[in-house]
């Protein structure tokens, strides 16, 4: 009897002690889960027209964000290759970050019936789920970005967006822990989603389970073998001049806002055998 309940008790407590996952992944139509198998990742960032802060600091923080989900050492090297005059969604090779000062522009980008969406990712995945490509655009007409530690001055903050975006980028879902980088909500002048959770390694451990292939450096090491040219691994289009400022953005708070992210899936055939989908959030006023 002291045998049978001390197994009992054991066996109580592996279930107890247990962390129980709220983590889920992006999945294709047919069921497949969406995840890189490019063990280098090149992307660039577009910061024509940003004003919210200076783009050295947009800069920084853009890298720093991708950091700190390598910093789990499970997926694809994400390396930052430079400014880029790309201000659209294409499915091109060039995985651009960018920003939207035009609120028509973005609707129509990212086919919006309105312009409450903070910022919209959208992958290009294959039938298999393999990712070939993203970007990832913000909608700079609606929203004042801010980069700073003083919790009085947070409007929108950039890292805490970004690093949530990068978690779809990546093969995330959302999950149900509130503490989560990709739980859903975000009050405004929130920072938490800067940091990881243990939720948040979790689920990009599991994803990315099976080891990356092996990382070959240079220019064309690791190239799309889906497109012509080597706009992924190599520095074509990248501009060298000072990127152009435009005029302020069009701000649209005007109340105490909670971000949700609403999981919309819009899938296109491109280029025959690619669907591009789209993942962004939306407001509840």
Same mark, same amino acid.
């Given at each position: 009897m002291k045998r049978l309940l001390a197994f009992l008790l054991a066996l109580v407590a592996t279930f107890s002690g247990g962390v129980a996952t709220a983590y889920d992944v992006l999945t294709t139509s047919s069921g497949?889960? @969406?995840?890189? &198998? +490019? %063990? @280098? @990742?090149? &992307?660039y960032i577009d910061p024509d027209g940003f004003e919210d802060f200076e783009i050295d600091e947009l800069i920084r923080v853009t890298n720093q964000c991708f950091e700190t989900w390598m910093s789990v050492h499970a997926g %694809? #090297?994400? @390396? &930052? /290759?430079?400014?880029i005059d790309i201000k659209t969604p294409s499915d091109d090779c060039f995985n651009v970050i960018f920003f939207v000062q035009d609120p028509i522009d973005w609707m129509e980008m990212f086919h919006q019936e309105d312009g409450t969406a903070m910022a919209m990712t959208r992958t290009y995945v294959d039938p298999g789920g393999r990712v070939m490509g993203f970007d990832l655009g913000f909608n700079d007409a609606g929203y004042d970005f801010t980069n700073t530690d003083d919790m009085d001055a947070v409007v929108t903050d950039y890292a805490n967006t970004l690093t949530h975006e990068i978690g779809h980028v990546l093969g995330l879902d959302h999950s149900e822990d509130p503490d989560a980088v990709m739980?859903?909500? /975000?009050? #405004?002048? #929130?920072?938490?989603? $800067?940091?990881l959770s243990e939720d948040d390694r979790a689920g990009l $451990?599991? +994803? &990315? $389970?099976? %080891?990356? %292939? #092996?990382? $070959?450096?240079?220019?064309g090491a690791n190239p799309d073998p889906h497109c012509p040219d080597a706009g992924m691994s190599c520095d074509q289009g990248v501009r060298d001049s000072e990127p152009s400022r435009g005029t302020s953005?069009? +701000? +649209?708070? /005007?109340l105490p806002v909670v971000l949700m992210r609403l999981r919309r899936t819009r899938c296109g055939e491109s280029r025959g055998w690619r669907k591009p989908c789209d993942v962004g959030p939306g407001l509840l006023r």
């Open positions: 497949s889960e @969406v995840r890189w &198998y +490019l %063990p @280098v @990742v090149y &992307y %694809p #090297e994400f @390396v &930052y /290759a430079g400014t739980y859903p909500t /975000a009050p #405004e002048g #929130e920072i938490s989603k $800067r940091t $451990r599991y +994803l &990315y $389970r099976e %080891p990356m %292939p #092996e990382v $070959r450096y240079g220019c953005s069009f +701000l +649209l708070w /005007a």
